[in-house]
C-alpha cells in the first residue's frame, strides 16, 4: 500500500490531505518524496514562524534532550521557569503565565480563568459566567473552545455545546453592547481572524471594546494563537493596537513546531488560579521550553522591523494583482497574515499552485490565506507572485470560457 492507502487505512477521517508527502523542510521550503521543492507561504498555519529546522531551535532541542524531556510539573523545570519569566517580560506588569500543549487548550484556561473571575467577582444578581465571542471566530475544537467558536460548521454533531458564549460583530461595538446583562464576564476576540477570513478587528473598535470591558469590569481575552508571535511585525497582535488584554493567549510558533501554548493573564486575574484549579501533564515540556526560548531570542527588534518591510513588498505586490484582475474581491489583513478573498471558491486556485511549487491555503471557502515564514525574502515573494499570477490567470479562463 502507498502512504495515501495506508492513512486511509488506519487513520479517522478528520483530515482532508492534498497528495503532497513531505520529505524534508528547511527555512522556507519543503520538498516531497520525489524531491520536488517548494515554496512554503502556510508555515503549517503560522507554526514555523522563523523557517522549518531552524538550526538555533535544533540545537536547544538537541541540548535540552541530553538532560531531560519529562520530569512532571511537580518539580522545577528550569527551562520551563525561564521560559515564564521571559513571556511575562514581553507581555504586561505582574503577569502570570500557565503552559499548555496547543492554543485549543490555551483558550480552555482563559475560559475557565475568566468563570473563576466572574464566581470570585459577581454582579448583584449572582454569580457571572457568560462570555461574548464572534461570529466567524475560531478558538479550539475542545467541547468549550468549540462552543466558543463562531462558525456553525464546526459545530455540527456536537450539539449540545457548552451553555453561555454569546456572538456579537466584528467591529461593531453596539453587538457587543446588546449582549451585555449581569451574567457577563468577559469578551473573547481574535485581533485577527484566521480561519474567519483574515478578518482584522478595526483599532478604533478594539480601543472602544477595552474602553467597555473596564466600565464593565469584563475581561477582554485576547486569543493570539495564530497573529501572535511576530506575525504582524510585533511579537503581539495587540500592540499594532495600543491596547492591553487581560488575558492573551499564545501557541503555534511560540515553539516553532513543537507543541506548545501559553495563557498570559495581566493584574486583574493574574491571581485567580489557585492551587489545583488547573493543570497539564505535558504542559510546558522542558524540550518545547527549550525551543521557545530559541525562537525569543531569534525575535528581537531588528528581526521583526525586517518583517515589517517585507510584508509591506508582499501587500503591494498582492494589490498589483487585484488591480488585473476582478475575481480578487480583497487584498486584507496585517503584517505577514494577509488574506486575499475571491469572488469565486479559492481551492482551485490553491491547488494550482501546489502543482507549480507554492504552497498556500484555502479558508472561509473564497479566501487565499498567505501565512509565510517572517523570513522569506523579496526574491521568494517574487516567484510567489509570480506563480499566484498564472493560478489567476488561469481560473479567470476558465470562467471566462464557461
Given at each position: 500500500m ?23 523542510t ?27 529546522c ?55 484556561c ?125 511579537f ?68 521583526l ?8 513588498y ?21 503584517g ?67
Open positions: 502507498n502512504i495515501k492507502q495506508v492513512e486511509g487505512k488506519y487513520f479517522m477521517h478528520t483530515y482532508r490531505r492534498s497528495n503532497l508527502v513531505i520529505k524534508k528547511k527555512n522556507q521550503f519543503i520538498w516531497d518524496e520525489k524531491g520536488k521543492k517548494y515554496l512554503d507561504f502556510f508555515s503549517g498555519i503560522s507554526v514555523c514562524n522563523i523557517g522549518h531552524n538550526e538555533a531551535v535544533i540545537k536547544a532541542v538537541k541540548t535540552q534532550l541530553g538532560s531531560f524531556a519529562h520530569v512532571s510539573n511537580l518539580y522545577y523545570a528550569p527551562v520551563q521557569i525561564k521560559l515564564g519569566e521571559e513571556l511575562a517580560k514581553r507581555s504586561f506588569p505582574q503577569a502570570r503565565i500557565f503552559l499548555s500543549n496547543s492554543g485549543a487548550e490555551a483558550n480552555e482563559a475560559i475557565k480563568l475568566a468563570r473563576k473571575f466572574g464566581f470570585l467577582n459577581p454582579s448583584k444578581s449572582g454569580k457571572r459566567y457568560e462570555i461574548i465571542c464572534f461570529n466567524d471566530s475560531f478558538h479550539g475544537r475542545s467541547m468549550a473552545t468549540a462552543s466558543a467558536t463562531g462558525q456553525q460548521r464546526f459545530h455540527e454533531y456536537l450539539k449540545p455545546l457548552q451553555e453561555k458564549f454569546v456572538f456579537a460583530e466584528v467591529n461593531n461595538i453596539d453587538s457587543v453592547k446588546e449582549l451585555v446583562n449581569d451574567r457577563t464576564v468577559a469578551v473573547m476576540i481574535e485581533p485577527i481572524q484566521g480561519e474567519g477570513g483574515i478578518i482584522p478587528a478595526e483599532k478604533t473598535f478594539l480601543r472602544e471594546l477595552r474602553e467597555f470591558c473596564d466600565d464593565k469590569n469584563l475581561l477582554l481575552i485576547l486569543d493570539e494563537i495564530q497573529c501572535g508571535i511576530g506575525r504582524t511585525g510585533k503581539y497582535a495587540f500592540e499594532s493596537y495600543d491596547i492591553r488584554p487581560d488575558i492573551v493567549t499564545i501557541a503555534k510558533s511560540l515553539a516553532n513546531g513543537l507543541p506548545l501554548g501559553a495563557t498570559i493573564a495581566g493584574k486583574k486575574c493574574a491571581e485567580i488560579f489557585v492551587y489545583g484549579d488547573h493543570g497539564s501533564t505535558f504542559g510546558g515540556n522542558p524540550v518545547s521550553c527549550a525551543a521557545a526560548l530559541a525562537v525569543l531570542k531569534i525575535l528581537n527588534a531588528k528581526f522591523n525586517n518583517s515589517v518591510k517585507t510584508a509591506k508582499l501587500r503591494g505586490k498582492l494589490e498589483g494583482l487585484k488591480k488585473n484582475y476582478s475575481i480578487i474581491k480583497e487584498v486584507r489583513g496585517i505577514l497574515m494577509l488574506g486575499v478573498e475571491l469572488t469565486v471558491n479559492a481551492q482551485k486556485v490553491v491547488d494550482y499552485c501546489l502543482d507549480k511549487g507554492l504552497v498556500i491555503n484555502c479558508t472561509h471557502n473564497t479566501v487565499i490565506r498567505i501565512l509565510p515564514a517572517l523570513i522569506i525574502t523579496k526574491k521568494d515573494i517574487d516567484n510567489a507572485i509570480k506563480i499566484l499570477d498564472e493560478a489567476l490567470k488561469w481560473q479567470t479562463k476558465i470562467l471566462k470560457n464557461g
